[in-house]
Each structure stands twice: as C-alpha cells, then as structure tokens.
C-alpha cells in the first residue's frame, strides 16, 4: 500500500475522518482497558517543532509511547534544519532512521515537501494554514458532548486562520453546517473556501458574530494573533473588538451548546473567563482528547505502510 500523510482534513474521505473519530474514542476507552495496541513497537517518530508547543508536544511524546514507540522531540533550531538544509534533504535522512514524521511549522510548502520527498508518513502538527489534528479531536469532544458530529450547527468565531482553515474542511468532508464570523480584512483564504465548496461544503462567512452563534450547538473560536503574528497583536487586538465569545454570544447559542477553544486562551480577547470557566465549556475535554486523536491517526498511518 502506498503511505498515506495527513497535511490536511481536505486528504481524508469522510469515513477516513469519520473513522478516526470512532478509533479515538475506543482508544480512549481502551486506555483503562486490558489490553492495549502497540503498533509503534520497534518504530520511531520524529516530532519536530519550529514554533512552540505545549498539547501537541506532549499528546504525540505520550501518544508514542503509549502505542508502543519511541518519540523524538526535535527542535528545529538545533538541528541543521534551522542552519537552512533543505527540507527535500531532511526529508530523506530522516526516512532512512524513522517510521514516521510530525513536524508543526510555518508554511504548509514545508510539510507538502517534507511528505513528498520523505517515504514515511507526515503529519501536519500545525502550520499557518491549517491544524488538522485539533479539528479531528475537536470532532471528537463535539461527539461525545453531543452525541453526533451530524446534525450540529457549528459556528466559529474568530479569525480566517489555521483553526479555521481545519473547520472549514471538516466541513467539506464531513458535509457540516458551518457559520465563521471573522472582521473584514481577516477572513479564511479565498483558495481554501473554494476548495470546500468544490466539495459541496455548506460554509457561510458573516461578519456578525450573532449571526454565526445563533441557535449554534458548537462554538468555537482561537487567539486573535497566532504564532507568527506577535508583532501584529495591537492592531489585531482592535479589528477583533467586538468578537469576544462571552455570556451575551454564547447566551444567543442553541440549547446545550458547547464551547471549544484549541487553547492556549487569551482571557478578556477572544473569550471571556466567565465562559471559558462556565457550563458550556468542555475545553479540558478537549485538550485530553488530543492525545487519544493523536493515537488513532498514528495508528492509522503506520498501517498504511503495510
Ligand atoms: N492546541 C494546540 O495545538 O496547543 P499547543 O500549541 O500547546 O500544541
Ligand atoms: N491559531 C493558533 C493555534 C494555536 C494552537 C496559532 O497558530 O498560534
């Protein structure tokens, strides 16, 4: 069998995504179980990080390790990779040493090359243009707080950034009910929009907030100012005003809604204490439920290579 990657939601089918929610779930409920899948026994995964990470380090180090593998933290400023070698060239050292590669970094060029060069599987731990692994557990603590993935209407508020960018092609192949509201001048990128909507995605871009959150039964939203975008943080900071989830949004929400956020937050900026620590919340739950994503997509991949 060819191997397979995960750069983004948009190379999965809808029961490939469908699938993994399903496998993380029974991982999940495997892990106080008897007996546990080791299918990283004898293998290694590289984990390379090119920006900061708290969850998505420590799930894939855990993940790995639970599965049987050995992890591999790898900064990329202390290896060469951050003296400027080639990523073609990475790509080949590492297949020669390795089973299998997750690397959070800037450009989605970088993973696309890093996957077309390498001959192990790739997984896309975060880059600028999309967070694959954070909407496929989100899928899953949106499952288990509301029953169905289906049959939800899914707003996003917020902006046109990587999170968005995932939610919108979790959308596309999943076939969800999908509202984002984003300020003129931070909306998602017009390619990754009409690659959904190619697909038959059911994705409307407001610029009400209200308008995205009414009668939604899942909200969400992220930081202002992602990794990369610092120096940006006031400007951003006032085109924002105005698209904090708090009591007033969330109150114009669906009964039982819930409220995600990929973490880390920004208290008082995207999100206001009250909800982030209120009932609708599940974002522990949802943090958790990366590592269990995380394993079923690894498990996955490494059989791909079968
Ligand atoms: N949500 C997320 O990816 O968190 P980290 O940046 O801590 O990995
Ligand atoms: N949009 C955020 C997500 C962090 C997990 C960023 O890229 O920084």
Not at 10 to 17: I, N, P
Not at 67 to 81: A, D
Not at 184 to 202: N, S
Request: net charge negative.
């Amino acid at each position: 069998m060819a191997k397979r990657d995960l750069l983004t939601i948009f190379d999965l089918s809808r029961d490939e995504a469908a699938d993994l929610v399903d496998r993380a779930s029974s991982m999940k409920r495997d892990l106080a179980g008897a007996k546990p899948r080791i299918p990283l026994a004898g293998r290694s995964v590289a984990l390379i990080f090119e920006k900061a990470s708290t969850r998505t380090r420590l799930s894939f180090e855990v993940g790995v390790h639970q599965l049987g593998g050995q992890p591999l933290f790898i900064s990329s400023q202390t290896t060469q990779m951050g003296r400027g070698e080639p990523i073609q060239d990475t790509a080949r050292v590492l297949s020669r040493y390795l089973h299998m590669i997750m690397i959070r970094t800037f450009s989605q060029k970088t993973v696309e090359d890093l996957a077309s060069m390498g001959s192990v599987p790739v997984i896309n731990g975060l880059t600028d243009l999309y967070h694959p692994c954070q909407v496929l557990s989100d899928l899953l603590t949106t499952k288990e707080h509301r029953g169905f993935i289906e049959e939800q209407k899914y707003a996003y508020v917020g902006d046109g950034n990587n999170m968005a960018h995932s939610w919108i092609a979790a959308a596309a192949v999943l076939d969800l009910d999908l509202r984002i509201a984003c300020p003129e001048g931070y909306d998602p990128d017009p390619g990754v929009l009409e690659r959904a909507k190619a697909l038959g995605g059911r994705i409307e871009v407001v610029r009400d907030p209200r308008e995205a959150v009414r009668d939604a039964t899942v909200v969400n939203t992220d930081v202002w100012a992602s990794m990369g975008q610092e120096a940006e943080a006031k400007k951003r900071r006032k085109a924002f005003d105005g698209y904090i989830v708090d009591d007033a949004l969330m109150g114009l929400a669906g009964e039982g809604a819930i409220f995600l956020h990929c973490l880390p937050a920004h208290r008082g900026e995207e999100v206001s204490d009250s909800v982030i620590e209120g009932p609708a919340s599940v974002v522990w739950d949802q943090a958790e439920n990366r590592l269990h994503m995380q394993k079923a997509i690894m498990e996955w991949l490494v059989e791909s290579l079968d």
